[in-house]
């Protein structure tokens, strides 16, 4: 079995670990399966090739501070979780910078930047209400994902591998369970279908370093 493979098998495998420590409350499974899952989409760029690369190692580096976010998420102290917010932050960043590296088609951008746009000013009218004291990062943090997303669907609208818009629009459309477990209505729901569209967004996004070498 090769490295991706097993970096593959690992985040399945510990995602339905930390999915029954979510469900049964146990802090134990939820602390060890946690990280592992998120090593495994690690794994899985290296063994992908992601040191071979640019684009490779610059996605490499949003996985790894991703992992460094959903770390600090297993704690429910205001610290960690805005420790966690710039982490993921910053890991968008970077798939701005790879995602933007490669050809981007302008019309596809400017469609995706609408749909995007409207989509955001929702979810922010939904939320805004509730995060009185972290309007200013939780709206920079909106801001970096409605970019990461727009260059990645003009990334793919320009011919780069279907891997890279399908796995940011997971990621983005994941961080909702988030925001509505943290400032809204908390409970298992939220990380039922969240965390598997996370997770799974992180590997389709790792994915792209072997369909990006390759193109």
Request: glycine share 12%; charged share 10%.
């Amino acid at each position: 079995m090769s490295l991706a493979h097993i970096g593959q098998t690992m985040t399945v495998v510990f995602l339905a670990a930390l999915l029954y420590g979510e469900w049964r409350g146990n802090d134990t499974v939820r602390g060890i399966a946690k990280p592992l899952a998120s090593l495994g989409f690690i794994l899985t760029a290296f063994g992908l090739g992601a040191l071979d690369s640019t684009y490779g190692s610059i996605v490499l580096l949003g996985l790894v501070l991703g992992a460094i976010g959903d770390v600090c998420l297993l704690s429910h102290a205001k610290a960690l979780f805005m420790a966690g917010l710039v982490s993921f932050l910053l890991g968008h960043v970077a798939y701005v910078f790879a995602f933007g590296s490669l050809p981007l088609d302008p019309t596809w951008g400017l469609a995706a930047t609408a749909i995007t746009g409207v989509f955001l000013i929702a979810i922010g009218r939904w939320v805004w209400p509730h995060v009185a004291e972290l309007r200013i990062p939780v709206a920079a943090y909106m801001a970096v994902i409605g970019t990461m997303t727009v260059v990645a669907i003009a990334a793919g609208g320009a011919g780069a591998s279907w891997t890279i818009p399908v796995g940011a629009v997971m990621f983005t459309v994941s961080d909702i369970a988030v925001v509505r477990d943290r400032f809204i209505v908390p409970g298992f729901d939220n990380r039922l279908w969240g965390l598997p569209l996370y997770y799974f967004g992180q590997l389709v996004i790792a994915q792209s370093i072997a369909s990006t070498a390759a193109a």
